[in-house]
């Protein structure tokens, strides 16, 4: 996932401005409905991950991250996130806050 979605915004930002983009399509409903479905993701994902993190000084930053960089930032969170995990851990262990975490 992170590295499709790292070659796909290098290529994109090759092509086009983000920014124009924005200016030519913002208004479009469908771009709107589609920011807002993106988004509403995001804060679901945000969620999983404070029930997950302790602490505010990784909530905080996590959460300025995804709303930034999307789900190049998820990505980031999953992979660190699973390499703390240990050698011998479920996809249960990886979903669910339990103390086989290193920290």
């Known amino acids: 996932m992170l590295a499709s979605m790292l070659l796909i915004c290098f290529y994109a930002g090759s092509q086009q401005n983000m920014f124009e983009y924005f200016n030519e399509h ?21 969620g999983w991950l404070i029930y997950q993190e302790k602490s505010w000084l990784i909530r905080i930053p996590s959460f300025l991250a995804i709303c930034s960089m999307g ?6 969170y999953g992979l660190v996130r699973t390499i703390r995990l240990p050698v011998n851990a479920s996809f ?12």
Do not use: H, M
């Open 71 to 76: 789900n190049i930032a998820v990505a980031i």
């Open 26 to 46: 913002g208004s479009n409903p469908w771009f709107l409905a589609t920011i807002l479905d993106c988004y509403w993701g995001f804060l679901i994902f945000y």
């Open 92 to 103: 249960e262990d990886f979903l669910l806050k339990r103390n086989n975490i290193k920290q």
